[in-house]
Structure formats: structure tokens, C-alpha cells
């Protein structure tokens, strides 16, 4: 079956724009996490969501980043008011379940550039 | 909460040569794995891999989780195999990821 995708794969925003970040999961996975990758580190998490539940939103970096999974499958990332710090590369990850005992799958990520 | 440290942090080899990347970690974990970052960005998974040792081809991992550590090999390595390895643990569902191996594979 289909992997994770993430649309679009590249964006160019201004300073101060909104944008936002679509994921799909693998079908049937309960489990969604996003994590931002800066240049030449290793990803870090940003929020976890079981089903359309937001569980854990610990890593958001400031109240601009906000994420959403109204129906239980597709996510959403949005940041406001975009700063040139929000530059990174922006990873979607989904597994059956969030628990122990799940391998995790990423998608192919959104690269972020703010101006 | 759990720190995640790999070694060594670049490598470079001829093509056909071996290799072992580390990974160490500070607490007990109960998942564990092995991404290759290939050089578009795409995280592939490599191994699950909380204890235990699996093989893949050319690629096995080894976790002894009592002492707190994974290793990666990779035998007979291709250029191919260039790219970013990262190892990442965690305790529930939130993985900390290493700074990763950067590997080039020379032909």
C-alpha cells in the first residue's frame, strides 16, 4: 500500500505569512506525530495525535504552530505568522499505535523556507 | 527524559567495506530504530529493534538493552548506502533522535 505523503514538499513563505502543512497517513494507522528537522540535526517531535485526538503537544515550538486531525486520518500543520526560524524541514510519521511496539513510518517531509 | 548519542558522527569508506555505527542511550527504552536519511530527505526505516539482533541483506542491528546501546552494521557497503543514518529511542511514542552518522561510501 501507499506510504506517508506530505503536500507540498517545498514551500517559500515571507515573513509574517500563514502556511500550512498536509499529511496522509498510511491507511488505518491510528497513530500521527510531526517533527521539525533543522538543517544537519536529527528530527525533533512536535505532537502526537491517536485517532483525531491531540494527545501530546509538548515540542510546538510557540502558540504560531498549531495542528489539527479532525477525522481521525489527514493532518493538518499550520504556523502563523511565519518567522525565519520556522525554516526546516517539517517530517509526518504514523504507526498502527502510539504505544510500545510500533515502528513508525515518515513521510517524505515539507521543506520550509521563510524570507 | 531519554539523550540519544551516536558515533561516530562522520565515516567515510571505500565501496565493499564494512562498518559499525553506535548508538547510545540513557535510559530504558521500549522502542528503538534505524532510519537511513537518503540524500532527498526521505527517512527510511531500517530496522525496529528495541532488543534483539535482525538482519537485512547487508545490513544487521544489534540492541542490548540492558547496557544500553545499538549497533548498526552494514557489510560490503555501496555508494549507495550514502547518507545520514539516525538511531532513535523512546519510552512511550515520542522518539528522540541521535545527530545521526553521516556516511559517504566512496566508489
Known sequence: ?115 | GIQVEQSPPDLILQEGANSTLRCNFSDSVNNLQWFHQNPWGQLINLFYIPSGTKQNGRLSATTVATERYSLLYISSSQTTDSGVYFCAASGTYKYIFGTGTRLKVLA
Open chain 1, 1 to 115: 500500500g501507499a506510504g506517508v505523503s506530505q503536500s507540498p514538499r517545498y514551500k517559500v513563505a515571507k515573513r509574517g505569512q500563514d502556511v500550512a502543512l498536509r499529511c496522509d497517513p498510511i491507511s488505518g494507522h491510528v497513530s500521527l506525530f510531526w517533527y521539525q528537522q533543522a538543517l544537519g540535526q536529527g528530527p525533533e517531535f512536535l505532537t502526537y495525535f491517536q485517532n483525531e485526538a491531540q494527545l501530546d503537544k509538548s515540542g510546538l515550538p510557540s502558540d504560531r504552530f498549531f495542528a489539527e486531525r479532525p477525522e481521525g486520518s489527514v493532518s493538518t500543520l499550520k504556523i502563523q505568522r511565519t518567522q525565519q526560524e520556522d525554516s526546516a524541514v517539517y517530517l509526518c510519521a504514523s504507526s498502527q499505535t502510539g504505544g510500545q511496539g510500533k515502528t513508525q513510518y515518515f513521510g517524505p517531509g515539507t521543506r520550509l523556507l521563510v524570507l
